[in-house]
T-cell receptor
Framework: ETGVTQTPRHLVMGMTNKKSLKCEQHLGHNAMYWYKQSAKKPLELMFVYSLEERVENNSVPSRFSPECPNSSHLFLHLHTLQPEDSALYLC??????????????FGPGTRLTVT | SQQGEEDPQALSIQEGENATMNCSYKTSINNLQWYRQNSGRGLVHLILIRSNEREKHSGRLRVTLDTSKKSSSLLITASRAADTASYFCAPGNTGTASKLTFGTGTRLQVTL
């Protein structure tokens, strides 16, 4: 496979469930990102990882827990979510993390519905 | 990082016409990128223009940058139904990490 892949593509979960989103990039990039896209809102940057170290956490609630075991994989662990967490979750990667800002490659997203 | 603001929010044109979208931002940038998102999918990078460039072309895309007005425009010529998507600009700030902040985008509808 090429590019950035995300699984699952669709996920429906109850508020008491625990699930994980997976992202994998096949581009040899060193930086990876999680974004949340809700209807009619700007894309929200959630987490930034560089060389497997978390470098940014944009005030994301603790019910979202990221994990980056290596530079090719990124997970988002979900537990006790709220209905307002329903959104499209996008993963992206870039060659490096640092100025100047470079092109990011996005996965197709996971459509999450919390019931 | 700063967020780009796209204008208009929505644009509907017929196939073959040109589509122009605008982006404004607030502080100095190193570059500015444009992305496209088809409905319910990830974003796809279209073009990057550096702060010392005024115009850049890629196929049917033409991007301009006016740093004095802190604005950019994306022109799609001879539009096709497949160009139907949302378009986002992402200003790349000077001296910051590779972190992009996106606005709500321009939703382009190209009809036959």
């Amino acid at each position: 496979e090429t590019g950035v892949t995300q699984t699952p593509r669709h996920l429906v979960m109850g508020m008491t469930n625990k699930k994980s989103l997976k992202c994998e990039q096949h581009l040899g990039h060193n930086a990876m990102y999680w974004y949340k896209q809700s209807a009619k809102k700007p894309l929200e940057l959630m987490f930034v990882y560089s060389l497997e170290e978390r470098v940014e956490n944009n005030s994301v609630p603790s019910r979202f827990s990221p994990e980056c075991p290596n530079s090719s994989h990124l997970f988002l662990h979900l537990h006790t979510l709220q209905p307002e967490d329903s959104a499209l979750y996008l993963c992206a990667s870039s060659q490096e993390l640092g100025p100047p800002s470079g092109e990011q490659y996005f996965g197709p997203g996971t459509r999450l519905t919390v019931t | 990082s700063q967020q780009g603001e796209e204008d208009p929010q929505a644009l509907s044109i017929q196939e073959g016409e040109n589509a122009t979208m605008n982006c404004s931002y607030k502080t100095s940038i190193n570059n500015l990128q444009w992305y496209r998102q088809n409905s319910g999918r990830g974003l796809v990078h279209l073009i990057l223009i550096r702060s010392n460039e005024r115009e850049k072309h890629s196929g049917r895309l033409r991007v301009t940058l006016d740093t004095s007005k802190k604005s950019s425009s994306l022109l799609i010529t001879a539009s096709r139904a497949a160009d139907t998507a949302s378009y986002f600009c992402a200003p790349g700030n000077t001296g910051t990490a590779s972190k992009l902040t996106f606005g709500t985008g321009t939703r382009l509808q190209v009809t036959l």
